[in-house]
């Protein structure tokens, strides 16, 4: 499956802009009370406090007359989307003709490249949907769904769809709409089942929108029999556990794991942790508290990724018996931080990447230095060559715990393993660095130099890189921070420059 990705020039964008930004204007008396999101003066919550109380409200549900709420999904609601609905539903609202041709100019004349393998492949036009990322693109898709909307009001006010009350002289409520989730409620039994799907594939045939069964779930009133019961957490009104907020937890992981930490820099990683990772649990947080569990694991799953971008599976060590189930350059065997892949000082043939530790030697039992010393420092190859290799006499490859001697697993040793990793960020002057409004790069910057782990030679030379310590600007026998940002002439030079001479006192 491919995911589109908009690429809107300046020009499409400020005119669509201008369009939405008018369309937003009268979109309160275009759309129903049931859609909030993208209508000014409405907010999602409203909506997800209701679906709450209605839930609450169905599990204490006594009576004859059962009670059901559906979430629907769509399927890529936004790429699904017709265009002759689109203009057809534009008409509907009375948008004048000339600005309805310019808004379907804008999403007609779009083009598409698959990126096949790293390369582009030759353009082609869609024939349906709506850009993500084109200003529009929301208020066309709400004003397309307010048609399902009155689909179901028809069938309501011909006393097909009875909906659910609250309480006894209560308001009935038939669905609320979260964008493309699709919230529907009405008496649990086969002929209202039949009236709603009846609905909906008059929807969808008009608007080629598709639901995604698998995606779709049912919950039940209290005071049915026999019934499956399929509980969406959002929905949960009872006492809320850390289990259900697995959920957000697995977003976050996954999020993490679409992106390859060791390819970012340090603040582009923390950057991303704190838009993307963080945006995910803050829209659940609006009308839920979560538990102090969930908090500290979606912490510990940022400062891993922060930190090292390593899974957690990296502090398993390989222990080598016959070598076959052991991975060369992926496995943690030869080294106690990172497998040796990390190492590599040149990019190396893929074929050899997946090979195993037994595959690197030779019939005489030895290793075979040529397949990988030219791809690994000398320091590597000094340690490699400390293991004996691997030999079917020594039995299977076994694991163990890289962070403890006896290599068991215990939960001091992985503390320990990890606070080495998360810094003690409670000092003033750490807090003085994280608090300043400024570019992250700046900010990694000031934090690297008090954490004396910038990257200046003497701390490539305590970290064995073969290299002089010496400073290339001026040749002092030792460039460490002070000497790189204060001390070395040149910098000096410059400092002097910057800095008024009532505030030398104290800085030299
Ligand atoms: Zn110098």
Not at 426 to 445: E, K, L
Not at 464 to 491: F, K, Q
Request: proline fraction near 5%; glycine fraction near 4%.
């Amino acid at each position: 499956m491919y995911r589109p990705i908009s690429l809107c020039n300046v020009a499409y964008k400020t005119i669509t802009k201008v369009i939405a930004n008018r369309l937003q204007f009268i979109l309160p008396h275009l759309v129903g009370p049931h859609q909030i999101s993208f209508v000014p003066g409405r907010h999602i919550t409203e909506n997800i406090v209701i679906a709450q109380e209605v839930v609450h409200s169905m599990r204490r549900k006594t009576g004859s007359t059962g009670f059901l709420a559906i979430k629907v999904d769509l399927e890529n609601a936004y790429d699904r989307l017709s265009w002759e609905f689109i203009s057809d539903i534009l008409r509907e609202a009375r948008i004048p003709s000339d600005l309805i041709q310019v808004i379907m100019a804008c999403i007609t004349s779009a083009t598409m490249r698959v990126f096949w393998n790293g390369e582009a492949t030759e353009e082609f036009s869609p024939s349906r949907g709506i850009r993500q990322g084109c200003p529009l693109s929301p208020y066309l898709f709400i004003l397309c769904i307010e048609r399902l909307s009155h689909g179901i009001h028809n069938v309501i006010t011909a006393r097909k769809w009875h909906p659910i009350m609250l309480s006894r002289n209560g308001i009935p409520l038939s669905h609320l709409f979260f964008t493309d989730d699709l919230l529907l409620f009405t008496e649990a039994n086969v002929e209202q089942a039949k009236v709603i799907s009846a609905v909906l594939a008059d929807f969808c045939d008009c608007s080629d929108a598709k639901i995604n069964a698998n995606k779709t779930m049912l919950y039940f009133s209290k005071n049915m029999r026999d019934t499956d019961i399929t509980e969406f957490w959002v929905f949960s009104a009872s006492r809320v556990s850390s289990s259900m907020f697995q959920n957000i937890v697995d977003k976050v992981e996954k999020r993490l794991s679409g992106w390859n930490a060791s390819h970012l820099s340090l603040a582009g990683r923390i950057t991303l942790a704190q838009s993307v990772l963080q945006a995910i649990p803050i829209y659940v947080m609006q009308t839920v508290s979560l538990p102090n569990g969930v908090r500290e694991r979606i912490d510990r799953a940022c400062m891993r990724f922060i930190w090292s971008g390593s899974s957690p599976q990296q502090k398993l060590s390989m222990s080598l018996g016959d070598g076959k189930s052991v991975s060369f350059w992926r496995d943690l065997w030869a080294t106690n931080n990172a497998p040796l892949i990390t190492y590599a000082t040149t990019t190396f043939p893929m074929d050899i990447l997946d090979c195993k530790v037994a595959d690197f030697v030779n019939v005489n039992g030895s290793w075979c230095w040529s397949r990988f010393e030219h791809y690994l420092p000398s320091n590597i190859i000094l340690k490699i060559a400390a293991f004996h290799p691997p030999s079917y006499a020594k039995g299977m490859d076994a694991i163990f715990w890289a962070h403890s001697k006896h290599g068991q697993f215990t939960t001091s040793s992985a503390y320990l393993a990890l606070s080495d990793q998360i810094p003690a960020a409670v000092d003033r002057d750490w807090r003085m660095i994280w608090s300043w409004q400024g570019p992250q790069s700046v900010r990694i910057f000031l934090w690297q130099t008090f954490h004396a782990s910038l990257k200046t030679k003497a701390e490539l030379v305590r970290r064995h890189l073969p290299i002089s310590s010496r400073c290339d600007r001026c040749g002092a026998v030792c460039e460490d921070v002070i000497h790189a940002l204060r001390d070395c002439p040149l910098v000096k030079q410059f400092l002097l420059n910057i800095i008024p001479i009532s505030k030398r006192h104290g800085f030299f």
